[in-house]
Every structure is written in structure tokens, then in C-alpha cells.
């Protein structure tokens, strides 16, 4: 009888905590909007448009797929189909050549990227005068021999009716982006690239 009450008992204490978790973490997220995607499942803001969100991740995933075969195959990447900032443009004009460079010079371009896989780990609507989607995108780069996986973060807004990529950050211990703008950025500023510097 005792241990029925203790089963009992901790298995109410279980779900009590793990409904309060789930209620925290879809009423707060990160960038300061209710709206959370796992996937690419549906999206918990109605003010957003399913349609512009999915443009949003069909943009994000593109770029994010050639910017891999870029660095790794030598393909051109033309940064003027996803972005319109000159900044950001010679910014990821730069990481690309440099991430070349690197893997040319440590002898590792042989292994191609064959394919890029890409999941929508997360969607949310940046808070501010414009729409401005934020992704987190997880990207598995499939080579000859074996694969990596790779976080990226993008700032997706409507410019004049035209989804553009505002920003992007790709995480990692040795990646370039945490490298040259510092470990764990918050990805939330659109007008991040707009200062020259």
C-alpha cells in the first residue's frame, strides 16, 4: 500500500512539473516571441504567416546549402539572391573564401559535399517595427566519406515584398562566426550589418 502511494505520488509530481516546462518554454522563447517551431510543424503565433515562414525556411535552407558546397566544393555562392546588405554580403564573401582557403591548405576539398539535409529547429518572429523571422537551422552536410552536423541561425525580414537574410550565425567551438564575432551571440538585431565596422 505504502509503495502504491509513493508510485502514485511521484508520478503526479512528474507530469506537474514536466506540464509547468512545456508551458514555460512555449510562452517564453529566446527572442522574445511566444512563437516556437520543432521541425517544421505548425506555428503557435497566428500573426505570422504559415506561407512567409515556410518562404523564410526555403530561403534560409538554399543559402545555407550552397554556402556548404561554397566551402567545401568551391562552387560560387551569390550572396545578392539572399542578401541585400553590402555588409553582410563582404562579410560571408569572406568567410567562404577563408573557409575555402583553410580546407584547401589542410588538403580536405577531395571529400565533396554531396548533400545538405535541413531541419527548422526552431522558428519565432523577432519583436519590433518590422517582421523579421528568426530560424535556428540544423544542417547535416552529407560528404564522399562520412557527414558532419552544424547549427546556423538566420534573421529572415520582408523587404519591400522580397524575404532577404539580415543576418546569420553559424555556432560552433572553431567556427568562423564564433571566431570572428565572439561565441554565443544572441541572434535578435536586423540592423546588425547596417554600421559599416
Same mark, same amino acid.
Given at each position: 500500500?505504502?509503495?502504491?502511494?509513493?508510485?502514485?505520488?511521484?508520478?503526479?509530481?512528474?507530469?506537474? %512539473?514536466?506540464?509547468?516546462?512545456?508551458?514555460? &518554454?512555449?510562452?517564453?522563447?529566446?527572442?522574445? %516571441? /511566444?512563437?516556437? !517551431?520543432?521541425?517544421?510543424?505548425?506555428? *503557435?503565433?497566428? &500573426?505570422?504567416?504559415?506561407?512567409?515562414?515556410?518562404?523564410?525556411?526555403?530561403? &534560409?535552407?538554399?543559402?545555407?546549402?550552397?554556402?556548404?558546397?561554397?566551402?567545401?566544393?568551391?562552387?560560387?555562392?551569390?550572396? %545578392?539572391?539572399?542578401?541585400?546588405? /553590402?555588409?553582410?554580403?563582404?562579410?560571408?564573401?569572406?568567410?567562404?573564401?577563408?573557409?575555402?582557403?583553410?580546407?584547401?591548405?589542410? *588538403?580536405?576539398?577531395?571529400? !565533396?559535399?554531396?548533400?545538405?539535409?535541413?531541419?527548422?529547429?526552431?522558428?519565432?518572429?523577432?519583436?519590433?517595427? !518590422?517582421?523579421?523571422?528568426?530560424?535556428?537551422?540544423?544542417?547535416?552536410?552529407?560528404?564522399?566519406?562520412?557527414?558532419?552536423?552544424? %547549427?546556423?541561425?538566420?534573421?529572415?525580414?520582408?523587404?519591400?515584398?522580397?524575404?532577404?537574410?539580415?543576418?546569420?550565425?553559424?555556432?560552433?567551438?572553431?567556427?568562423?562566426?564564433?571566431?570572428?564575432?565572439?561565441?554565443? !551571440?544572441?541572434?535578435? *538585431? /536586423?540592423?546588425?550589418?547596417?554600421? &559599416?565596422?
Amino acid at each position: 500500500m505504502k509503495h502504491t502511494y509513493l508510485v502514485l505520488l511521484f508520478v503526479t509530481m512528474w507530469l506537474t %512539473s514536466a506540464c509547468e516546462q512545456s508551458d514555460r &518554454s512555449v510562452n517564453k522563447g529566446e527572442h522574445g %516571441s /511566444p512563437a516556437t !517551431q520543432t521541425g517544421r510543424g505548425t506555428i *503557435n503565433n497566428l &500573426s505570422l504567416s504559415a506561407l512567409d515562414s515556410e518562404k523564410a525556411y526555403e530561403l &534560409s535552407a538554399e543559402a545555407l546549402s550552397e554556402y556548404y558546397k561554397a566551402i567545401w566544393n568551391g562552387l560560387e555562392f551569390d550572396g %545578392s539572391r539572399y542578401m541585400d546588405n /553590402p555588409n553582410l554580403k563582404l562579410y560571408t564573401e569572406k568567410k567562404i573564401k577563408s573557409q575555402y582557403n583553410l580546407f584547401r591548405k589542410n *588538403n580536405l576539398t577531395y571529400n !565533396q559535399v554531396k548533400e545538405v539535409k535541413m531541419d527548422a529547429e526552431k522558428v519565432d518572429i523577432v519583436e519590433g517595427e !518590422q517582421k523579421v523571422y528568426y530560424l535556428k537551422m540544423n544542417a547535416r552536410i552529407i560528404k564522399d566519406v562520412g557527414e558532419y552536423a552544424e %547549427s546556423t541561425e538566420f534573421l529572415v525580414q520582408d523587404l519591400k515584398g522580397k524575404l532577404i537574410i539580415v543576418d546569420w550565425y553559424t555556432s560552433g567551438k572553431d567556427s568562423y562566426d564564433s571566431i570572428m564575432r565572439g561565441e554565443s !551571440q544572441v541572434i535578435n *538585431n /536586423p540592423a546588425i550589418w547596417e554600421n &559599416s565596422e
